[in-house]
């Protein structure tokens, strides 16, 4: 069953990179961001939905700057932690949440998002939102699951989507106003499901422009 409430996603922030499905993850989306987009030195990067910043600091050298937004306070503390600890000038952070009316004025080359879409009930309203930072002939990068039973979660506190149909989401992105829309699988992810022991879950990459 899908969650009818908001996940808290400040509770377990500073352990949340012991997992290393989260890591390995994080890399896999950034490979494949990498490969899909010219980053360049020029480009300003906003990494929506960042958690503690695993795919934002993996762009970071390869961009201008980049921003990492999240709605949670706690995730940020722990990527602000990694940008001090590195010495990181073009990494910086800012607390966004947009389905309590919360919007940046700056617009931005890329935005990419990992995994954070199925936490978000409105896809279309954030498609738009995205729309709306995006520079003119600015990239979108972001990814999820694949659809899938509800498996991939055991603790569904916060999950609005099961997964999505890459097609439906093209189709959503095009009615938006974007064009060059095409997706790839970035990776997948190995876990045990109670009763059904270890599961494979496809992650897709989609890649749209403005």
């Given at each position: ?77 722990v990527l602000e932690e990694k940008i001090r600890a590195q010495g990181l000038t073009n990494v910086r952070t800012a607390f966004l949440d947009f389905e309590k009316g919360d919007r940046m004025e700056e617009k931005f080359h890329l935005i990419v998002c990992s995994m ?95």
């Amino acid at each position: 069953m899908k969650s009818e409430e908001r996940r808290d996603f400040n509770k377990g922030s500073q352990q949340w990179d012991a997992e290393m499905f989260r890591v390995n993850l994080a890399n896999g989306v950034a490979e494949i961001i990498i490969r899909e987009t010219n980053l360049s030195k020029d480009m300003a990067a906003l990494d929506f939905g960042c958690g503690t910043g695993l795919v934002t600091l993996r762009l970071q050298p390869l961009v201008g700057t980049i921003t990492g937004a999240d709605s949670s306070q706690g995730m940020l503390s722990v990527l602000e932690e990694k940008i001090r600890a590195q010495g990181l000038t073009n990494v910086r952070t800012a607390f966004l949440d947009f389905e309590k009316g919360d919007r940046m004025e700056e617009k931005f080359h890329l935005i990419v998002c990992s995994m954070a879409l199925h936490h978000v009930p409105d896809t279309t309203a954030l498609f738009r939102l995205w729309h709306e930072m995006l520079l003119p002939g600015g990239r979108l990068c972001f990814s999820d699951l694949d659809t899938e039973d509800g498996s991939f979660h055991s603790d569904k506190t916060g999950v609005f989507h099961f997964g999505f149909n890459r097609e439906h989401l093209r189709k959503l992105l095009h009615s938006t106003g974007f064009s060059a829309v095409r997706d790839v699988t970035a990776t997948s992810v190995s876990r045990e499901v109670k009763g059904k022991g270890k599961c494979e879950f496809p992650i897709f990459l989609i890649v749209a422009d403005k």
